[in-house]
């Protein structure tokens, strides 16, 4: 593994992609096989978390992949509290737990898992591996890796109707624009990784339904424009004078 990361940073992150994407599916569909959600998903992300983790620090990568603290101080993140306001958003119509206690458990340590392999992955492997032939093309490409998983739902029928579809490819594309940018301004992973694990796990205290379609897409609207847009034009224009 060492040696193809060697050869060459950017085969290693796509098939590092490749792999957590393959493999998970086929852990999701024998976790339904199972008949236990996130079963097979959940053992499968906690092997690949744990080689990959120690990976990074026996190779003396913990630096360079963000296994630190913040170089700057949260305040000039804002206290990270737009992304607050965003994981919290499950619970704004009431908190119910979706499944029984062992299923549960699995969907939480499941997204905690992904929370971790997609922005050690994407964010980290991936932007690093292009960051040193071209900054901004790194940060796009990032950022919309976070989003393209999402564009299936136009076409899957998985139920969604299209304009949710777009809003929630939307939603993701500037959520990693966000956080790409907190990793490359703050020199860390961590505030990125416990964002996304909770964002995915608080999920399973959705009480979905509680608001009316139209109302759940105003609220939606005003989550991505007003504090996600309104945070990602911060981090844009205003914190890259303040860390320098």
């Not at 193809?4 to 590092?16: H, M, Q």
């Not at 499944?99 to 932007?127: N, Q, T, W």
Request: with cysteine.
């Amino acid at each position: 593994m060492t040696k193809l990361y060697k050869k060459s940073e950017i085969t290693f992150a796509i098939l590092w992609i490749v792999a957590y994407v393959v493999l998970s599916s086929y852990a999701d569909q024998l976790s339904e096989s199972i008949g236990i959600i996130k079963s097979a998903t959940a053992v499968l992300q906690i092997a690949m978390s744990l080689v990959l983790f120690f990976w990074i620090r026996s190779n003396n990568l913990s630096e360079k992949y963000g296994f630190c603290r913040p170089k700057v101080s949260a305040k000039q993140f804002l206290y990270y509290l737009p992304l607050i306001v965003i994981a919290s958003t499950a619970l704004w119509g009431g908190i119910k737990l979706q499944y029984g206690f062992p299923d549960a458990l699995l969907y939480v340590i499941s997204m905690c898992c992904v929370g971790f392999l997609e922005e050690v992955i994407f964010r980290g492997l991936l932007f690093r591996a292009m960051e040193k032939d071209n900054l901004k093309t790194a940060i796009i490409v990032s950022s919309l890796t976070f989003g393209i998983g999402h564009i299936v739902n136009l076409f899957n029928g998985s139920g969604r109707d299209p304009a949710s579809s777009v809003i929630q490819i939307i939603f993701a594309v500037l959520v990693g624009f966000a956080l790409v940018l907190i990793f490359y301004y703050g020199k860390s992973l961590v505030p990125c990784i416990i964002f996304h694990s909770a964002n995915n796990a608080l999920k399973v205290f959705d009480a979905s339904g509680s608001f009316s379609p139209r109302v759940e897409m105003l609220m939606n609207l005003v989550v991505i424009f007003v504090v996600l847009g309104g945070y990602v034009l911060y981090l844009v224009k205003v914190f890259p004078r303040k860390a320098k």
